[in-house]
């Protein structure tokens, strides 16, 4: 039986876990739920997931969901499947660990000002000082992260952090439809978009596009 995702589209988070799974070409079938329909509500859900939250796996009788223990699982579940998504020795996992930890914690709080301005303040209530300050912030992480490169990816081999950074990263370009000449690659180095050009390179990205982001 194949592993089932449980997912919203355009979760940053979910879509990490969706990256994983492909990086690993581990089988799977994904179950896209609605969040304006109230479906990580509904009864046969919360028994998977009591927190409401996407992602959630259901692997055989084993259920799991917060991303990066899911992503975790993956790799420690499915060791002969595709590429690791930890790899090299235990300081170069340690520093992949830590990379995500810096882009749930740091990066994806520098994206929230531009994400509530954009999709959740009618127009003529965005706040142009608190737009600044998140394109400021956004590219203060930006350059912090140009350090971390370590070749072509963030810790070297293709990892686990390319894959939680990148949905972030690609959720500023979604923003560039509500915030009229906001341009989202300014944001980035042009290292940092050298590294997003091939991450997006990848056979299975565009498996994984949200479904909603293609219509827009």
Known sequence: ?????????????????????????????????SFSAGDTRKPEFVALNPRHRVPTIVDGDFVLYESNAIVE???DAYPGRGAPLFPGDARQRATIRRLVSEIDNYFDKATDPLA?????????ARDKDKLAKGIEAVKEESALFTRYLAGDFLAGPL????FAL??????????????PGF?????????????KARIEALPYLDKTIPPHWRAA
Not at 1 to 8: F, K, P, Q, R, S
Not at 116 to 124: I, L, M, Q, S, V
Not at 159 to 162: E, L, Q, R
Request: aromatic share 14%; charged share 20%; with cysteine.
């Open 1 to 33: 039986m194949a592993l089932t995702l449980y997912y919203g589209s355009g979760s940053p988070y979910a879509w990490r876990v969706q990256l994983a799974l492909e990086h690993k070409a581990i089988p799977y079938d994904r179950k896209v739920l």
């Open 73 to 75: 699982y993956l790799d």
């Open 116 to 124: 509530d301005e954009a999709f959740h303040t009618k127009p003529e």
């Open 159 to 162: 990892s686990a952090a390319d």
């Open 166 to 179: 990148y949905p972030m990263v690609a959720f500023l370009k979604r923003c560039e439809i509500k915030l």
């Open 183 to 195: 341009d989202s690659n300014a944001l980035l180095t042009p290292a940092l978009l050298g590294w």
